[in-house]
Nanobody
Framework: QVQLIESGGGLVQAGGSLRLSCAASGRTFSSYAMMGWFRQAPGKERDVVATFSWSGGSTYYSDSVKGRFTISGDYAKSTVYLQMNSLKPEDTAVYYC?????????????WGQGTQVTVSS
């Protein structure tokens, strides 16, 4: 069992920055090599924002956030971060973190409860 707890969301003006954190716990967490951040805006599907691999630190970003967001991890703290800069109103959503065993795994096994990010124009 793995628990993921997101924090750091809030209200920010367009052009501002926020840093989200995802703290992981659980005896089996070391078995999950991939971490991801997703977001879901009202009336829309949940989409991937960025992913991070504990094995080598490789990253992936969706086109909509590339160049503005940075995903990173601190394994000693079992925490993954999402630094969000140059925020836009269209970034408004509930942000979730998730984990899965490997990059080749089909689904994401565990999810956090989400943290709201609201960007005002």
């Amino acid at each position: 069992q793995v628990q993921l707890i997101e924090s750091g969301g809030g209200l920010v003006q367009a052009g501002g920055s926020l840093r989200l954190s995802c703290a992981a716990s659980g005896r089996t967490f070391s078995s999950y090599a991939m971490m991801g951040w997703f977001r879901q805006a009202p009336g829309k599907e949940r989409d991937v924002v960025a992913t991070f691999s504990w094995s080598g630190g490789s990253t992936y970003y969706s086109d909509s956030v590339k160049g503005r967001f940075t995903i990173s991890g601190d394994y000693a703290k079992s925490t993954v971060y999402l630094q969000m800069n140059s925020l836009k109103p269209e970034d408004t959503a509930v942000y979730y973190c998730a984990c899965k065993p490997s990059a080749g795994s089909v689904g994401w096994d565990y999810w956090g409860q989400g943290t709201q990010v609201t960007v005002s124009s």
